[in-house]
């Protein structure tokens, strides 16, 4: 699965965990610019992206993933082993 | 007397702050945040959804009391009371000790944690939350 593919998914669960229209979603999205993107709103879009993708992120990792683009960089890191 | 605080956390969530969310993301979301004994818990009260919110606003109040617990997930809380009101406390971070208590008011949960050493945080809790009712108390 390249970015191409994994893009659109995780845009998807962006809108489902964080209740955002997709529009709103642009390649710069991320947490310091989107009010909906709440501490407990992330746990749950991490949990949706490990699910989704059969992926588990680490502490640090948790911490870091605030943005579209970072998220989908480690999903395509964890399922590829390279950025 | 008991010992100074270490840490104060509050977090503040509304009710419906997973309304968005469906019946397979909340349990997915319960599966990976919270403990056996902490969904056992969440699944005896009469509203599961927001038996989740409260778990999860403890957890976010204690991590904001004790940042260097790790994550706000890894808090294991032994939760008391129900959702609407209650007490959780954890001493997995020892020798400093969490309590959290929260209450149901209005469309929010409130949620108050203190660290502290030793046993001293449930104490430091009381008077806190006393200290709150009457500051309310008095408000004009």
């Given at each position: 699965?390249?970015?191409?593919?994994?893009?659109?998914?995780?845009?998807?669960?962006?809108?489902?965990?964080?209740?955002?229209?997709?529009?709103?979603?642009d390649?710069?999205?991320?947490?310091?610019?989107t009010?909906?993107?709440?501490?407990?709103?992330?746990l749950?879009?991490?949990?949706?992206?490990?699910?989704?993708?059969?992926v588990?992120?680490?502490?640090?990792?948790?911490?870091?993933?605030?943005?579209?683009?970072g998220?989908?960089?480690a999903?395509a890191t964890?399922?590829?082993?390279?950025? | 007397?008991?010992?100074?605080?270490?840490?104060v956390?509050?977090?503040i969530?509304?009710?419906?702050?997973?309304?968005?969310?469906?019946?397979?993301a909340?349990?997915?979301g319960?599966?990976?945040?919270?403990?056996?004994?902490?969904?056992e818990?969440?699944a005896?009260?009469a509203?599961?959804?927001?038996?989740?919110?409260?778990?999860?606003?403890c957890?976010?109040?204690?991590?904001?009391?004790w940042?260097?617990?790790?994550?706000?997930?890894e808090?294991?809380?032994?939760?008391?009371g129900?959702?609407?009101?209650?007490?959780?406390?954890?001493?997995?971070?020892?020798p400093?000790?969490?309590d959290?208590?929260?209450?149901?008011?209005?469309?929010?949960?409130v949620?108050?944690a203190?660290?502290?050493?030793?046993?001293?945080?449930?104490e430091?809790?009381e008077?806190?939350?006393?200290?709150?009712?009457?500051?309310?108390?008095?408000?004009?």
């Amino acid at each position: 699965m390249d970015r191409a593919q994994i893009e659109p998914r995780v845009r998807e669960l962006l809108v489902q965990a964080l209740g955002v229209p997709s529009t709103s979603i642009d390649p710069d999205f991320s947490a310091s610019s989107t009010p909906a993107w709440t501490s407990l709103n992330h746990l749950m879009l991490i949990s949706q992206v490990e699910g989704e993708f059969g992926v588990f992120f680490s502490n640090q990792q948790i911490r870091d993933l605030t943005s579209f683009k970072g998220i989908v960089e480690a999903v395509a890191t964890h399922l590829h082993g390279s950025a | 007397m008991p010992e100074s605080p270490v840490g104060v956390g509050i977090d503040i969530e509304h009710i419906g702050r997973f309304s968005h969310l469906g019946e397979s993301a909340l349990r997915r979301g319960a599966a990976r945040w919270l403990s056996q004994d902490e969904r056992e818990w969440c699944a005896l009260q009469a509203n599961w959804h927001e038996a989740l919110l409260v778990v999860l606003s403890c957890k976010e109040a204690v991590y904001k009391a004790w940042p260097t617990a790790g994550g706000a997930h890894e808090a294991r809380l032994v939760m008391r009371g129900s959702a609407a009101l209650g007490r959780a406390t954890t001493d997995r971070f020892a020798p400093v000790r969490l309590d959290a208590g929260w209450r149901r008011t209005g469309d929010s949960i409130v949620t108050l944690a203190i660290a502290a050493r030793g046993d001293g945080a449930g104490e430091l809790l009381e008077d806190l939350l006393d200290t709150a009712r009457n500051a309310a108390a008095h408000l004009p």
